[in-house]
């Protein structure tokens, strides 16, 4: 129905996502990290959709799997109402009929039936209802989870199982909850959870060679996706999607490449797909062979999608039918649509009035990944008024990045005063060691982690009227650099319709082309990068920035031919961009790394 979806936002920003749009036939994907959240949501909408709730308390022995497969067992079924109601409210309602249409991708073969049955007057209510059950499904509700947010748990100081890890038991409850749908895993490979899905049999096709649930991998580059992908399949594990993002021009976590770009990835992808295809099947059908699993006649379905700083119907357009991927994933923008995400009043005001310089490439995750964010969040606030006060650090309620075991084996958050208390005393200790400027940086490093387990959930207390309890954290949130060019909220058909160009909701008439944009963060960050191994310059690290140079230049040299001979797309700004292009090369090979580096090594 759609050519584009809504990925996961933080923990809280989709949280309630499918709730908003699947009704419409809108996919979107829950954050399954925090089952705290996730909890207090489950009793949120019981009550307001009058349904039963009974709590499921931490102390439950598998209470976080539980909470996990219990409140998607309630979006599932609350879903399943909505969509149930929306159907029967098309076929008596004429101007939902027109608004549900106004909707739809002009190019959608469902609205071209619906317009043939109005155009041949055949508005009877049972023929229009046969053919809104035939053709309509509600958005798919998937589920993410970061691979390697998977927290080691304990019981009084004894070490849980390894199926009762964060990341893991986050999975069985996915796992054990009624939804035909997909699990995106991102973050990279975790081999333990990997083989940890083997535990399932949704995750396997069935006689008919169907898969109740489904995996999908959040990648970066083919490599990648193909070491994944055929580690699965050796298990007997079908990859049905690969979710393609920019390595900088995203949201939240931001996992750059060395220098690859998003056009050539992309290019790769598309021309190598049945090579994905073909090796995953025949891992797979030898592992399934082993499993006493019956094996798919032919291959299954793989889809490759892409998301990350689209922001025109032009781009979606380009992406859909130059790189043939299935969808495109439209995040960003969505923070501005109250229809379709949670996000607090304040902080969407905060999100309307950004502009390029507001929205920056932060170190303020605990992961110690560079992490996209807006400058003025009232979690910033909050931080800084502690360590104004010498009070650096979070009280870390829910541990789910305390993953540092420097200090303890049970692991510590960066992010916390504990962790904080002890790196500050190492650094006072050794204070005489440094310049006073020198001495700053380091304790900025330490002293910039924010807690993003409250931080990134909080938007959805206060836009619910939750009580939020223990210390103040405020909320974080995680836009790509796209929101810049999105400085109003607007209606959820509004949007859609903006992503099908009948509509534009941008006023900034100079936003540059996607491409373009990723590039030039590309250069900044390759800039930072030339400057961050100054203090401590090795010939590793200066190979490593020589390449990441040439596959920019290859990059550039890609886009170039791409839009002078590949492309009848973007033919208005085709010499703009042209221009861009080599104004950002001349920009690039202008950067000497030998004197430099080696300046750097001789002193």
Same mark, same amino acid.
């Given at each position: 129905?759609?050519?584009?979806?809504?990925?996961?936002?933080?923990?809280?920003?989709?949280?309630?996502?499918?709730?908003?749009?699947?009704?419409?036939?809108?996919?979107?994907?829950?954050?399954?990290?925090?089952?705290? %959240?996730?909890?207090?949501?489950?009793?949120?909408?019981?009550?307001?959709?009058?349904?039963?709730?009974?709590?499921?308390?931490?102390?439950?022995?598998?209470?976080?799997?539980?909470?996990?497969?219990?409140?998607?067992?309630?979006?599932?079924?609350?879903?399943?109402?909505?969509? #149930?109601?929306?159907?029967? #409210?098309?076929?008596?309602?004429?101007?939902?009929?027109?608004?549900?249409?106004?909707?739809?991708?002009?190019?959608?073969?469902?609205?071209?039936?619906?317009?043939?049955?109005?155009?041949?007057?055949?508005?009877?209510?049972?023929?229009?209802?046969?053919?809104?059950?035939?053709?309509?499904?509600?958005?798919?509700?998937?589920?993410?989870?970061?691979?390697?947010?998977?927290?080691?748990?304990?019981?009084?100081?004894?070490?849980?199982?390894?199926?009762?890890?964060?990341?893991?038991?986050?999975?069985?409850?996915?796992?054990?909850?009624?939804?035909?749908?997909?699990?995106?895993?991102?973050?990279?490979?975790?081999?333990?959870?990997?083989?940890?899905?083997?535990?399932?049999?949704?995750?396997?096709?069935?006689?008919?060679g169907k898969l109740k649930?489904?995996?999908?991998?959040?990648?970066?580059?083919?490599?990648?996706?193909?070491?994944?992908?055929?580690?699965?399949?050796?298990?007997?594990?079908?990859?049905?999607?690969?979710?393609?993002?920019?390595?900088?021009?995203?949201?939240?976590?931001?996992?750059?490449?060395?220098?690859?770009?998003?056009?050539?990835?992309?290019?790769?992808?598309?021309?190598?797909?049945?090579?994905?295809?073909?090796?995953?099947?025949?891992?797979?059908?030898?592992?399934?062979?082993?499993?006493?699993?019956?094996?798919?006649?032919?291959?299954?379905?793989?889809?490759i999608t892409v998301q990350?700083?689209?922001?025109?119907?032009?781009?979606?357009?380009?992406?859909?039918?130059?790189?043939?991927?299935?969808?495109?994933?439209?995040?960003?923008?969505?923070?501005?649509?109250?229809?379709?995400?949670?996000?607090?009043?304040?902080?969407?005001?905060? %999100?309307?009035?950004?502009?390029?310089?507001?929205?920056?490439?932060?170190?303020?995750?605990?992961?110690?990944?560079?992490?996209?964010?807006?400058?003025?969040?009232?979690?910033?606030?909050?931080?800084?008024?502690?360590?104004?006060?010498?009070?650096?650090?979070?009280?870390?309620?829910?541990?789910?990045?305390?993953?540092?075991?420097?200090?303890?084996?049970?692991?510590?958050?960066?992010?916390?005063?504990?962790?904080?208390?002890?790196?500050?005393?190492?650094?006072?200790?050794?204070?005489?060691?440094?310049?006073?400027?020198?001495?700053?940086?380091?304790?900025?490093?330490?002293?910039?982690?924010?807690?993003?387990?409250?931080? %990134?959930?909080?938007?959805?207390?206060?836009?619910?009227?939750?009580?939020?309890?223990?210390?103040?954290?405020?909320?974080?949130?995680?836009?790509?650099?796209?929101?810049?060019?999105?400085?109003?909220?607007?209606?959820?058909?509004?949007?859609?319709?903006?992503i099908y160009g009948k509509?534009?909701?941008?006023?900034?008439?100079?936003?540059?082309?996607?491409?373009?944009?990723? %590039?030039?963060?590309?250069?900044?960050?390759?800039?930072?990068?030339? #400057? #961050?191994?100054?203090?401590?310059?090795?010939?590793?690290?200066?190979?490593?920035?020589?390449?990441?140079?040439?596959?920019?230049?290859?990059?550039?040299?890609?886009?170039?031919?791409?839009?002078?001979?590949?492309?009848?797309?973007?033919?208005?700004?085709?010499?703009?961009?042209?221009?861009?292009?080599?104004?950002?090369?001349?920009?690039?090979?202008?950067?000497?790394?030998?004197?430099?580096?080696?300046?750097?090594?001789?002193?």
């Open positions: 129905m759609h050519s584009f979806h809504i990925p996961v936002m933080g923990t809280a920003f989709t949280i309630d996502s499918p709730l908003r749009v699947a009704k419409y036939g809108i996919s979107s994907v829950i954050s399954i990290i925090d089952d705290e %959240l996730i909890e207090k949501m489950n009793a949120f909408y019981s009550k307001k959709f009058n349904l039963p709730y009974k709590e499921i308390p931490k102390k439950n022995p598998d209470s976080r799997a539980a909470r996990i497969t219990s409140y998607l067992d309630l979006v599932n079924n609350i879903v399943q109402d909505k969509f #149930e109601s929306f159907k029967k #409210e098309l076929t008596e309602s004429k101007t939902a009929l027109e608004n549900y249409l106004s909707i739809l991708p002009n190019h959608s073969e469902i609205k071209q039936g619906f317009q043939n049955l109005l155009d041949n007057g055949a508005d009877a209510k049972e023929k229009l209802s046969t053919y809104i059950e035939n053709h309509l499904s509600p958005g798919s509700i998937d589920v993410n989870i970061m691979a390697k947010i998977d927290k080691d748990n304990f019981a009084k100081n004894e070490q849980l199982p390894v199926e009762f890890n964060d990341a893991h038991a986050a999975l069985r409850g996915f796992a054990n909850s009624k939804l035909s749908s997909s699990i995106v895993l991102s973050a990279g490979l975790n081999p333990r959870l990997y083989s940890y899905f083997e535990n399932f049999k949704d995750f396997f096709p069935d006689a008919s649930k489904k995996i999908i991998l959040k990648v970066s580059d083919f490599r990648s996706a193909s070491i994944q992908g055929n580690y699965l399949a050796k298990k007997g594990l079908w990859v049905s999607e690969y979710r393609i993002e920019s390595g900088l021009n995203c949201g939240g976590h931001a996992f750059a490449t060395d220098g690859h770009l998003l056009g050539p990835i992309l290019e790769e992808f598309n021309q190598k797909k049945d090579e994905l295809v073909q090796s995953a099947h025949q891992l797979m059908s030898k592992a399934l062979e082993q499993k006493e699993i019956p094996v798919p006649q032919k291959p299954l379905d793989l889809k990350g700083g689209v922001g025109t119907a032009e781009e979606h357009n380009f992406l859909l039918e130059h790189y043939k991927v299935s969808s495109v994933g439209w995040g960003t923008p969505f923070l501005l649509v109250p229809e379709a995400t949670s996000v607090d009043i304040e902080t969407r005001k905060l %999100l309307v009035k950004a502009k390029e310089k507001d929205l920056y490439l932060s170190h303020i995750s605990p992961l110690g990944i560079p992490f996209n964010t807006v400058r003025g969040t009232t979690n910033e606030q909050l931080k800084e008024k502690r360590i104004a006060e010498n009070k650096s650090g979070s009280s870390c309620p829910k541990k789910f990045l305390a993953l540092s075991k420097e200090y303890d084996e049970k692991g510590i958050c960066s992010a916390s005063k504990k962790f904080q208390d002890i790196k500050l005393k190492e650094l006072e200790d050794k204070k005489d060691n440094f310049s006073q400027e020198v001495l700053e940086k380091k304790k900025n490093k330490i002293t910039e982690k924010a807690c993003l387990c409250v931080g %990134l959930g909080n938007a959805s207390f206060l836009e619910n009227d939750i009580r939020i309890k223990g210390q103040a954290q405020g909320v974080a949130i995680c836009p790509g650099p796209n929101m810049a060019y999105f400085s109003k909220v607007v209606s959820l058909s509004k949007m859609i319709q903006h509509i534009s909701v941008m006023e900034m008439p100079n936003r540059p082309n996607m491409f373009v944009k990723e %590039l030039k963060i590309y250069l900044d960050y390759f800039k930072n990068e030339i #400057e #961050e191994f100054m203090d401590e310059p090795s010939t590793k690290q200066k190979k490593k920035l020589e390449k990441f140079k040439l596959n920019l230049l290859d990059g550039i040299s890609y886009y170039q031919e791409l839009f002078t001979n590949k492309t009848n797309l973007f033919q208005q700004s085709k010499n703009q961009l042209l221009g861009e292009l080599e104004e950002l090369k001349d920009s690039l090979t202008g950067i000497n790394l030998e004197p430099k580096v080696s300046r750097a090594i001789s002193t």
